[in-house]
């Protein structure tokens, strides 16, 4: 079965650096989650998108942004990167029916130097 | 609020035994509950699920109740093997209406299984 992909798997940038994420949900999935985890951590919601609007907004900085597209794409535009940004991201897809599942992708592991 | 509160780890057990991880929510109504699986390196994959009182998520031996009375969906597995050693997540997806469904997570259990 098709699986949610992310690219790239990892990623490795300066401080002040921008860095973009993408990613690709399941077909036939119509909302889009993020989330960004520390080490040792939970997973913190990010942003979300349905039909290409944003449904809703967590902890986000300011410094990021995200949109998703006609084809359900979404990306992840992180701008004035800082050490703290150093995670894993995880974008996640659900379904146009039994929303509340979340299928999620393998993460892409940014580090900032 | 929403809120998920797993026993804390780290779980070290041996091969075979039985095993319980712990976990309470509080939420209006009646949200859906999950229990997600990481493995060392990798990411988070839905391990098994519950939508509603009194149902039972199973998969891969592990089961889970959903107990509205004590709030609770513990995760379970009768013999557990080195193959399980992971972080485990409860998480809840609360009732709501449109489409925002972010999951609220607890803080993750870590099970280390020795041989």
């Known amino acids: 079965a098709a699986g949610v992909i992310q690219s790239p798997r990892h990623l490795i940038k300066e401080k002040r650096e921008t860095a973009t994420l993408k990613c690709y949900p399941i077909p036939r999935h119509d909302t889009v989650y993020w989330y960004q985890q520390g080490p040792g951590q939970d997973p913190q919601f990010l942003i979300s998108?349905?039909?290409?609007?944003?449904?809703d907004k967590g902890s986000i900085p300011d410094r990021f942004s995200a949109q998703q597209f006609s084809d359900y794409h979404s990306e992840l535009n992180m701008s004035s990167l800082e050490l703290g940004d150093s995670a894993l991201y995880f974008c996640?897809?659900?379904?146009?029916?039994?929303?509340?599942?979340?299928?999620f992708g393998p993460g892409t592991r940014l580090t900032v130097l | 609020g929403n809120s998920v509160t797993q026993m804390e780890g780290p779980v070290t057990l041996s091969e075979e035994a039985f095993l319980t991880i712990n976990c309470t929510y509080t939420?209006?109504?009646?949200?859906?509950l999950f229990w997600y699986v990481q493995y060392p390196g990798e990411g988070l994959q839905l391990l098994l699920k519950a939508t509603k009182a009194d149902d039972k998520g199973s998969n891969k031996g592990f089961e889970a109740t959903y107990r509205k009375e004590t709030t609770s969906f513990h995760l379970e597995k009768g013999s557990v093997q080195v193959s399980d050693s992971a972080v485990y997540f409860c998480a809840l997806s609360p009732l709501a209406a449109g489409n925002n469904r972010k999951l609220i997570w607890g803080l993750g259990t870590s099970l280390a299984v020795n041989p």
């Open positions: 996640a897809s659900s379904p146009r029916t039994g929303k509340d599942t979340q299928y």
């Open positions: 939420a209006t109504g009646y949200p859906s």
């Open positions: 998108f349905y039909e290409k609007m944003q449904s």
